[in-house]
C-alpha cells in the first residue's frame, strides 16, 4: 500500500510532534483509517526533503511524530512559469492541477482583454486560497515536494514586468513549430503565455512580442486553453526537461 503524503504549513524537525488541523486530521482517521503506528509522508512546500512521520495518537485531531526526513529529487531541471490568461474557473483548476505534476515551477493568472470575467479584488484572497490548495493537493499526489508559487496580476502589461531573465514563447497558430523553435535552444528557465477562451488579442500579442515572446506552434488541431497549457509544459519537458 502506497504511504500517504501531505503537505504540512508547520516547520518540520526530526523528534518534532505535529497535531495535524481538523482537514487532515478527518482525512487520515476516517477516509483513509489509518491507524495508530502507521506511516505517512509529509512536505513543506519550499525544501527538497520528505519527511516520514507515524501516527501516535488519534482522536479528534491526529498527532505524528517526525521520524526522519529522505531527498526528494522529483523537481526539474528546467525552470517553467506559465503565463494564464483567466479563464473559466474549472479550467484554471484543470490547468494548475496537470501542470503541476507535470512540473511547472509557478503560475501567473491575469485578466486578459478576452477574459469573460475578470476577477475581482473582493473575491482574490479567496481565489488565491482555492488555487493554492489545488496546487498543494497535486503535490501530494505526484511526489514533488516543492510547491509551485501562484500569482495575479491585473492585466497583461503587470506580467511583462516580472518575467526576469526567462526565454519567453507564446503559444500561436503564427509560430515556429515547437521542435524547431527549441531546437538549438539551451534552455533552463523558460516562459509560457497563453491566452484564455478566445486566445490573446492581437495588441496583447504585438505587446508580448515586444517584450521578447517568441511564438510557437503547438500543431494544426485547436486546442482548449487548458489542454494547451499541458500540452505545451509536456513538451518543453520532453525536449529539454526530465520527461521521456
Request: glycine content about 6%.
Amino acid at each position: 500500500m502506497r504511504t500517504s503524503r501531505l503537505f504540512s504549513p508547520v516547520e518540520l524537525l526530526q523528534g518534532a510532534i505535529v497535531q495535524l488541523d481538523a482537514k487532515q486530521s478527518h482525512y487520515l482517521s476516517k477516509v483513509l483509517r489509518l491507524k495508530t503506528g502507521e506511516k505517512v509522508i509529509f512536505f513543506d512546500g519550499v525544501s527538497h526533503f520528505d519527511y516520514q512521520a507515524v501516527i501516535i495518537e488519534i482522536g479528534k485531531k491526529v498527532s505524528v511524530e517526525i521520524e526522519s526526513k529522505q531527498p526528494n529529487h522529483k523537481e526539474s531541471p528546467l525552470d517553467i512559469a506559465i503565463y494564464q490568461a483567466l479563464s473559466k474557473s474549472e479550467h484554471i483548476d484543470l490547468t494548475l492541477q496537470k501542470c503541476t505534476e507535470l512540473g511547472v515551477n509557478s503560475f501567473t493568472i491575469f485578466n486578459s482583454e478576452r477574459t469573460q470575467n475578470h476577477l475581482k479584488s473582493k473575491v482574490l484572497e479567496k481565489k488565491l486560497k482555492h488555487w493554492e490548495s489545488v496546487i498543494q493537493s497535486a503535490c501530494e499526489q505526484c511526489g514533488r515536494s516543492i510547491t509551485p508559487k501562484i500569482k495575479f496580476s491585473a492585466n497583461l502589461n503587470s506580467v511583462l514586468e516580472q518575467t526576469g531573465t526567462r526565454q519567453l514563447y507564446l503559444l500561436d497558430f503564427l509560430g515556429k513549430p515547437i521542435q524547431q523553435a527549441l531546437k538549438n535552444e539551451d534552455l533552463n528557465s523558460v516562459g509560457i503565455l497563453l491566452g484564455a477562451e478566445g486566445g490573446l488579442s492581437n495588441s496583447e500579442i504585438q505587446l508580448a512580442e515586444q517584450s521578447g515572446f517568441k511564438k510557437i506552434y503547438l500543431g494544426s488541431r485547436v486546442l482548449r486553453t487548458e489542454t494547451a497549457a499541458m500540452t505545451a509544459t509536456a513538451l518543453f519537458q520532453l525536449l529539454k526537461g526530465d520527461l521521456g
